[in-house]
C-alpha cells in the first residue's frame, strides 16, 4: 500500500510565483526541500490574486486594528492612495478556507509580513506588527495549523 503525500497550502510566492504585489516572488527553496522530506505536497494559493487583485498591485495594509478585525468587520485593508480593497482579501480568505476544507488541508505555510500570508507578523497602519494577516487569522480560525515563513532561503542539499 502506497502512502499519498500530504497536501499542505503553501503562499504561491514561496513556490517561485512571481504573484507579490511588486510582481516578484520569494521563492523558498529550502521549504521545497522541507517538504519534500516531510512527504508534503505544496498546493499553490496566492489569496490577493485569487480575491481579484492583479500583479503587479499597489501594497496595502491593514488600516488600524488587525486581521481579527478585519474578519468581523470592524477593520478594512487599503492602499496608500486610500482604496479600499478588504473585499478582494476577504474573498481571497474565503477561497483559502475552502481550498483546505474541498483538499482537507491541516496546515499552510504561508509568507510572513503579508497583510494575507503573515502568521506571526503583517502590516498594519503601514507598518510591520506582530500579529496575523486575514488569510491566516481566517485559516486559524478553520483549525488549520498555520506557520510563517520568511522566504527567499536557499536550498540545504
Known amino acids: ?11 504561491a ?7 507579490r504585489y511588486d510582481g516578484r516572488h520569494n521563492h523558498d527553496r529550502a521549504l521545497e526541500d522541507e517538504l519534500r522530506a516531510r512527504g508534503e505536497q505544496a498546493v499553490p494559493f496566492c489569496p490577493e490574486e485569487a480575491g481579484g487583485l492583479p500583479t503587479p498591485r499597489p501594497a496595502a495594509w491593514i488600516e488600524a486594528v488587525g486581521a481579527e ?6 477593520d478594512r485593508l487599503i492602499t496608500a492612495q486610500d482604496e479600499d480593497v478588504t473585499e478582494a482579501f ?29 502568521v506571526c507578523c503583517t502590516h498594519v497602519g503601514g507598518q510591520a506588527v506582530e ?13 488549520v495549523e498555520v ?10 542539499t
Do not use: F, N
Not at 1 to 11: D, E, K, Y
Not at 13 to 19: N, P, Q
Not at 99 to 117: D, G, N
Not at 131 to 143: E, H
Open 1 to 11: 500500500m502506497t502512502s499519498h503525500p500530504r497536501q499542505v497550502l503553501v503562499s
Open 131 to 143: 500579529g496575523p494577516g486575514v488569510t491566516a487569522a481566517r485559516l486559524a480560525r478553520q483549525g
Open 90 to 118: 476577504l474573498l481571497g480568505a474565503s477561497l483559502a478556507a475552502e481550498e483546505c476544507r474541498t483538499h482537507q488541508i491541516t496546515r499552510a505555510y504561508l509568507k510572513e509580513r503579508s497583510p494575507s500570508c503573515g
Open 69 to 74: 478585525a478585519v474578519l468581523d468587520g470592524a
Open 147 to 156: 506557520i510563517g515563513i520568511e522566504g527567499r532561503r536557499s536550498s540545504k
Open 13 to 19: 510566492c514561496l513556490l517561485g510565483r512571481e504573484c
